[in-house]
């Protein structure tokens, strides 16, 4: 969804959820058509990452078929339903108790999305074996590395305005523009509030090395499941103390700036933003009905858990 709700995704939900950041990839009217040929993006992801080989990668097909099943009739019908509500809300006015609200729904939408996307790699993570490792290091590596160039080299000012620039244009897309007054509340969120860019890599590695661990030495246990999910979906629980308060701190600098934008936004600023949240809904129950047409049995994994009795 935001930028920031991405950053918290570890790269097994991330190579399995493209499908659902596509969902808001570009226009409306490109939606559906991202959504329906985003498997071929996660699996170039995937590779990218995993260096998956012969019936690695044909199983990783499978499994994100299974995916693609369960996101597109369960998870789609509820974002229809959270995006028409938001709608309302910002039709109204949001309060700061609205954008609560948001933030709640997408960590609560991440975490399912991030616990199916577990249970579906799974058969495929126990294939590992030392050169798929050796190619999510070298992900990491990289992707570190550009992480830290972005936050921590040139001119600190610069950096900010950039911020400043990309902040103005989220709400851009969502508002249709941004006015002086808010360029002003965001100008005044970025230099009062510098990222942490130390503490961010740092935060981040050590989710890379206790992902790693996981990998290596859970991968044929019992516990491996588990271990996984504590790792991708519950890893707030995981934080330190320092890394856990400021990102406590953050979300609700956040949660104000947004409030505080969306209090000063015009009558046709709220009507933009509504309607396009209403585009979306509409978009999302059609692709769900698509997928209920295509699947009048239910997923694979359903009818699976119901022969199984489970």
């Known amino acids: 969804m935001s930028r920031a709700s991405r950053s918290v995704a570890s790269w097994v939900s991330g190579v399995m959820l493209a499908a659902a950041a596509a969902l808001l990839a570009g226009c409306s009217s490109l939606v559906r058509v991202a959504y329906d040929n985003s498997d071929i993006a996660v699996r170039i992801m995937a590779n990218e990452y995993l260096d998956l080989q012969g019936e690695q990668a044909e199983l990783f097909k499978v499994r ?62 126990v294939t590992l074996g030392p050169d798929n490792f050796a190619a999510i290091e070298k992900k990491f590596a990289a992707g570190n590395r550009k992480l830290a160039e972005e936050l921590l080299e040139g001119d600190p000012a610069a950096r900010d305005t950039a911020r400043i620039d990309a902040i103005v244009d989220r709400f851009e897309e969502w508002l249709g523009s941004v006015s002086a007054k808010q360029r002003g509340l965001i100008a005044h969120y970025v230099r009062m509030h510098p990222v942490d860019a130390t503490l961010r890599l740092k935060n981040r590695e050590a989710r890379q090395r206790e992902l790693m661990r996981v990998l290596r030495q859970e991968q044929k246990k019992s516990s491996f499941r588990s271990s996984l ?69 239910g997923t694979r994994a359903a009818q699976e858990a119901a022969q199984s009795g489970t």
């Open 64 to 125: 994100l078929a299974r995916f693609h099943e369960w996101h597109r009739l369960e998870e789609l019908p509820r974002y229809a339903q959270a995006l028409d509500s938001a709608a309302a809300r910002v039709a109204r006015g949001a309060t700061r108790e609205d954008v609560v609200w948001v933030v709640e729904v997408v960590r609560e939408r991440y975490r399912a999305l991030a616990g199916q996307a577990v249970d579906e790699a799974i058969p495929v993570l």
């Open 229 to 297: 999910r504590a790792v991708v979906v519950d890893y707030d629980a995981r934080r330190d103390a320092e890394y856990a308060r400021a990102w406590g701190e953050w979300r609700d600098r956040v949660i104000t700036l947004v409030t505080e934008v969306l209090a000063a936004a015009s009558p046709a600023q709220r009507e933009h933003a509504a309607a396009r949240l209403r585009r979306y809904a509409e978009d999302f129950r059609a692709l769900a009905e698509e997928g209920r047409a295509r699947l009048p049995s």
